[in-house]
């Protein structure tokens, strides 16, 4: 194993991680959210103030923002959250990007395709079984030039989100958690709570409570926890991440969703409890699909987190 017994190297003092942590939440996202800034003030100052704002505080068509505007100046926050994050990484703990993501030298490229070609199928089966069951919840409002723009956005810049967040919750802070409690059930547990609440903003959690909402993003964390602890690295997760969020930003899109895009369909109701119920199914097909796979050994999971001694000489 590799991916978290890379922390094990002494660089992984407090200070380090909240410094990190401070600077990319507090430093880099601010930076990157000024056009979102200065176009909101932008559409302000020639529009006027809005009558009405949306509750949804990701829905800017209240400013005159189009859709795919909105969607890639939400975005553009997370490219120098990413960079920030490539840079300041071996400074501040003597570890590359890549061994971020699996404590190797190099990136297992074949693993994103997998892990995006398998939530891919999973929730293509779930929106056509939904258009077979209840059309009716279905607007269909395609536009080729502006479902065009939106498929360069979310290709061009939505990596950046997804891979950023993996790189940060499963790569850098499970390393982290992984080195102070060398437990990989305890690495699972915290990381996965702390990517819920992270999201304890979204509108989603606005529209339909923190109680229901919350346990969704939280599932969602423990999956690609999982999934990174059994392959020893994240690819499979960054696959996963940007499979989900790119399959919602292109074809359902909702009006109390963090997406607000001229996506395929506009789903007219959601039902979050079902939404949960289909997120277990895609947790028990995905990891089963990806275990026969790769032949993965549940018992890592209660293997303790240690440095291997380098083998004997002959």
């Known amino acids: ?42 559409h302000t100052i020639k529009n006027g103030i809005p009558d009405v704002v949306s509750a949804n505080i990701t829905d800017l068509s209240s400013y005159g923002i189009s859709g795919n505007t909105g969607f890639f100046l939400l975005l553009l926050t997370f490219l120098p959250m990413f960079f920030a994050f490539k840079w300041l990484v071996r400074p501040f703990h ?18 994103i395709g997998m892990g995006m070609l398998v939530w891919g199928a ?36 939505l990596p ?15 390393q982290g958690v992984a080195a102070a409690t060398r437990s990989r059930w305890a690495t699972l547990i915290i990381i996965s709570l702390a990517f819920g609440l992270m999201h304890a903003f979204n509108p989603e959690v606005k529209e339909y409570g923190f109680w229901i909402s919350i346990p969704s993003y939280i599932l969602m964390g ?44 506009r789903v007219k109701e959601i039902n979050p409890v079902g939404e949960l119920i289909w997120m277990v199914l895609y947790a028990g097909v995905a990891i089963l699909i990806l275990t026969r796979v790769y032949h993965w050994d549940f018992a890592i999971l209660n293997r303790k987190i240690r440095v291997t001694p380098p083998p004997l000489p002959i």
Do not use: C
């Not at 990319?24 to 909101?40: C, D, E």
């Not at 003597?94 to 693993?111: A, F, Q, S, V």
């Not at 999973?122 to 502006?146: A, C, D, K, W």
């Not at 950046?160 to 499970?174: A, I, N």
């Open 160 to 174: 950046f989100q997804t891979t950023f967040e993996e790189l940060f919750f499963r790569g850098y802070l499970s």
């Open 1 to 42: 194993m590799k991916h978290l017994e890379r922390a094990l190297d002494g660089q992984n003092s407090f200070w380090k991680y909240l410094a990190m942590t401070l600077i990319l939440f507090l430093g880099a996202s601010t930076i990157g959210s000024l056009p979102l800034v200065v176009s909101i003030i932008a």
């Open 122 to 157: 999973l929730m293509s089966l779930t929106l056509i079984y939904g258009l077979i069951v209840s059309p009716e919840n279905y607007q269909f409002q395609f536009h080729f030039g502006r479902f065009l723009l939106l498929l360069l956005i979310t290709l061009s810049i």
């Open 94 to 111: 003597k570890r590359t990007i890549t061994e971020t993501i699996n404590g190797r030298n190099h990136l297992r490229k074949g693993r």
């Open 222 to 265: 423990i999956i690609l926890g999982v999934v990174s602890i059994l392959d020893d690295g994240i690819e499979l997760a960054i696959g996963i991440h940007f499979m989900n969020n790119a399959f919602i930003a292109l074809f359902t899109t909702h009006s109390s969703s963090v997406f607000q895009t001229d996506a395929l369909f």
